[in-house]
């Protein structure tokens, strides 16, 4: 689905070091975020216009400063965000 509490098709899975959920909805173009204990997404990122947006993301990745890389397979590239 494409409510807050629900995902079309979860492609990658990241926790951090305060077991927050990072989750790639790829068909829905967007990454949610799940703070600990929480079943309510918040997009942090999205198909679109601007920084935050995304082409068909296709994997996702937490540095050690909990800086999030997309790998985006629409727009052939990798995004930085810095941390959230």
């Known amino acids: 689905g494409s409510s807050s509490s629900q995902l079309q098709t979860p492609?990658?899975?990241?926790?951090?070091?305060?077991?927050?959920?990072?989750?790639?909805d790829r068909?829905?173009?967007?990454?949610?975020?799940?703070c600990n204990g929480s079943?309510?997404?918040i997009t942090i990122?999205?198909?679109g216009t601007g920084g935050s947006s995304l082409s068909t993301p296709?994997?996702?990745?937490?540095?050690?400063?909990?800086?999030l890389y997309v790998i985006?397979?629409?727009a052939?590239?990798?995004?930085?965000?810095?941390?959230?």
């Open 58 to 67: 296709y994997d996702i990745k937490l540095d050690s400063q909990n800086n």
């Open 27 to 34: 068909d829905n173009s967007r990454i949610q975020l799940f």
């Open 11 to 24: 492609a990658g899975i990241i926790l951090d070091q305060w077991q927050n959920i990072y989750v790639n």
């Open 72 to 74: 985006e397979n629409g």
């Open 39 to 41: 079943s309510i997404g």
């Open 76 to 84: 052939h590239h990798v995004t930085k965000f810095a941390k959230l």
């Open 45 to 47: 990122a999205e198909s």
